[in-house]
């Protein structure tokens, strides 16, 4: 099928690769659509691309899309199911009407309508939550925390407001929240959450028991995944690669990927990166079979002294970042690797 638009010729373009993916992959055990906004296609080049995509999930796979409330009705959302999406990721962001708007995101219609529409086709569901908004009070933070529970997802995951250049905050010089008042309000989220009973399984991710993104973990723990699309980051035979964003390019067949041939060093620092972010930590025993070393004598008096200031956590075959450390991993890691 051909669309005229940039967005359906875009499309065209995804399903040329998909099929490529058909060709060179047996199915996938999760699958993916975000890092935009699928959900704001029309249902014609949405069921287009669902039908493509849905073929390359194996039976009781994981299958999640991303989407925006204003772009969510009853129509996608029965195709989501036809296609067999299982998981639907909804970018909430905040319920505050004075930061919506400061996003640029004021709605014409109940988000609570809209969410329990959602709920009508889905039981598996995740709400983003942006924390560090501008001057946020620890009650407007736990208002949005309040409304998220109230809707009972099975798993919410919570960024701090990073201001990017070119971006509505930049342009109206708004900054980004101090470290001290960040891990102030992410100590709160961590700990409002867990009285929930949602539990924390990766730095910025929650869920109720059993319905941890299995996407995600794969990601986490530094295994293989295939990407196709603009900007779309890959890992695939020791090959790291990033996607052109350039749509323009995309459409006219220039993926441009930006490629990293994988080192046995650089790989050990992925592993550290992605796989500390984790709650659970990593094997012992899973180091050793990839890399065929021991990663705690490698690092024993790094490691010991970390475990004597209850920074590490060490058992017999499991090493993790205490709870009280993880909010600053990134300083951790750095002396390990």
Request: hydrophobic share 35%; glycine share 4%.
């Amino acid at each position: 099928m051909y669309f005229p638009k940039i967005s359906g010729k875009y499309i065209s373009n995804l399903i040329v690769d998909l099929k490529k993916v058909k060709q060179n992959f047996n199915k996938f055990k999760t699958i993916y659509i975000g890092g935009g906004t699928p959900s704001s296609l029309n249902v014609f080049e949405l069921e287009e691309l669902l039908k493509n995509v849905s073929c390359l999930l194996r039976k009781n796979g994981e299958f999640t899309i991303e989407a925006n409330l204003d772009s969510i009705d009853e129509s996608k959302l029965l195709l989501l199911k036809k296609y067999k999406v299982n998981r639907i990721s909804i970018g909430i962001e905040t319920f505050s009407k004075k930061y919506l708007e400061l996003m640029n995101r004021e709605y014409d219609f109940s988000i609570q309508d809209k969410i329990n529409l959602v709920k009508k086709y889905f039981d598996n569901i995740n709400l983003d939550l942006i924390y560090g908004l501008p001057n946020e009070t620890m009650e407007e933070l736990k208002f949005d925390l309040e409304n998220i529970v109230n809707f009972e997802p099975k798993h919410v995951s919570i960024y701090a407001l990073e201001v990017n250049p070119n971006s509505k905050f930049y342009v109206d010089n708004i900054k980004e929240e101090k470290d001290e008042i960040l891990r102030k309000q992410y100590d709160f989220i961590v700990n409002f959450l867990k009285t929930k009973g949602f539990l924390r399984y990766e730095v910025s991710n929650f869920s109720k028991k059993n319905y941890e993104s299995k996407h995600n973990i794969n990601y986490w723990k530094d295994n293989e995944y295939v990407a196709i699309g603009c900007s779309g980051s890959g890992y695939i035979d020791n090959i790291r690669y990033v996607n052109s964003s350039s749509i323009t390019s995309y459409i006219k067949g220039e993926r441009n990927k930006n490629v990293e041939k994988i080192t046995k060093d650089s790989d050990k620092t992925y592993y550290l990166l992605t796989n500390l972010r984790l709650e659970k930590g990593f094997k012992l025993s899973d180091y050793q079979k990839r890399f065929n070393e021991d990663f705690y004598l490698s690092k024993k008096n790094i490691i010991d002294d970390f475990i004597k200031h209850k920074v590490l956590i060490k058992t017999r075959d499991r090493i993790k970042i205490s709870k009280n450390y993880i909010y600053i991993l990134d300083s951790i890691i750095v002396k390990l690797i």
